[in-house]
């Protein structure tokens, strides 16, 4: 009996290794389980399972509720009980050390961590890996953030000039939507100047972050926050404002559709702009960051197997396709970042352009993004001269330097 059984546990181990072809009827049978996925995506990804189940040459059948829990959400209904967690899961990047903390993804193995490796963008690449290993699937490529416009108000001309887009505002009366009281959007343009913030960790308790936010080329970002937030016209926001009176907004595809409604004929999308401190430009920088896809550790390793086969599937390039047609959501898969359907979506287009501003977004604790978002907070707060604005930046790192688990290097 022990030698049967430890017969089973290694053709386990193979599987959730991802090498199936040598044991394929070993995954037969039917499996039930429960995924989460964003609203709007339930009924395509039932879709894509039934699509799975017809295609697939292992005989997998997958019994699938499929419950509408969005990426946000994903970590904290996790952090509740794991074990009521859904066995697939949709979820932001920026939640993977959680994942990892609670115990709700699975260490992927040699084959399913090529498959990852091979087949996606360096950036979602990364966002899949903690030190050398790899714990979800990419799903997108597109957690990133540029710039809607109102044509009506902003001309053409107008759309790399930070102080231009601000005059055209303020002489319009309309406002400027850029949530930079929040370290997703304020980092990046520390990034623009030239700073950077780099994170590495071994256990997903402990972090140790590499930052020169408080520095010269720090003050320069400081100063090219306080030209957009010390104005009237800013808005801290990240929605679809252009109903309710703004001219630009800085965010993501998520939105596409929307702004696209609110803004017809007068609808413009670009990168980010410049803007100038002391005769010198410098181009507004981002995190870029992605969705991934995660399995939940199971109990009966051949089920884990059958899951991580639906899970390539699913992020494959077929259905990250589809979620471009039918979303707009911006595809990790390298093949399928090169379909038309991608290369035509103007947002999509916007997002392309900004990326060579931008910074693949690692692995971060939660507090940081707590201690970083006060940075525009004070700024905005200050009368905007160096020493206040250097004052901000002081703060930032000391209230870095004193976080629990997270180590300061500069």
């Keep these: 009996m022990k030698k049967i059984l430890s017969i089973v546990l290694a053709l386990a181990m193979v599987l959730s290794m991802g090498v199936f072809a040598s044991a394929a009827s070993e995954l037969a049978g039917e499996y039930d389980v429960t995924v989460w996925a964003p609203e709007a995506a339930v009924s395509l990804t039932e879709q894509q399972i039934a699509d799975f189940n017809a295609s697939n040459e292992l005989g997998i059948t997958i019994n699938a509720t499929v419950e509408p829990v969005s990426e946000a959400d994903a970590a904290s209904n996790m952090d509740t009980d794991v074990s009521a967690g859904a066995d697939l899961f949709f979820f932001a990047q ?26 996606n963008s360096a950036g979602s690449v990364l966002a899949a890996q903690s030190g050398e290993d790899y714990y979800a699937y990419p799903l997108t490529a597109d957690n990133g953030y540029f710039m809607y416009y109102d044509k009506s108000v902003i001309p053409e001309e107008d759309v790399d000039s930070l102080e231009a887009i601000i005059a055209d505002c303020e002489a319009a009366g309309k406002n400027f939507s850029y949530e930079l009281e929040n370290a997703w959007y304020n980092a990046g343009v520390f990034f623009g100047t030239g700073c950077h913030s780099d994170w590495s960790t071994e256990d997903n308790t402990n972090f140790t972050l590499d930052d020169d ?34 001219a630009v907004v800085v965010t993501g595809t998520w939105n596409y559709a929307t702004i696209l409604e609110q803004l017809g004929d007068n609808f413009g999308v670009a990168d980010l702009p410049s803007f100038e401190v002391d005769g010198q430009s410098y181009h507004l920088g981002s995190y870029n960051g992605c ?50 359907s991608v290369t035509s979506n103007p947002a999509l287009t916007a997002l392309a352009e900004q990326s ?20 525009t907070t004070d700024i905005k707060a200050s009368d905007g001269s160096d020493a206040a604005l250097q004052a901000a930046l002081q703060k930032y790192e000391d209230s870095v330097g004193a976080a629990s688990g997270i180590t300061l290097v500069k």
């Design 94 to 119: 920026d939640q993977l050390s959680r994942m990892i903390k609670d115990g709700a993804v699975t260490k992927l193995g040699q084959g399913a961590a090529a498959f990852v490796t091979e087949n």
């Design 213 to 246: 936010f408080n520095s010269e080329n720090g003050l320069i970002a400081a100063k090219g926050i306080y030209k957009l937030v010390s104005s009237p016209i800013y808005v801290n926001s990240s929605n679809a404002d252009f109903a309710s009176g703004s």
């Design 291 to 340: 969705k991934l896809l995660g399995v939940k550790p199971q109990e009966d390793a051949v089920k884990g197997a059958a899951l991580n086969q639906l899970a390539q599937y699913l992020t494959g390039a077929e259905c990250q396709i589809a979620r471009t047609v039918e979303f707009g959501w911006g595809p990790s898969n390298n093949e399928a970042a090169a379909d038309e």
């Design 356 to 375: 060579a501003f931008s910074v693949p977004q690692p692995n971060i604790p939660g507090p940081w993004w707590d201690i970083a978002k006060v940075i």
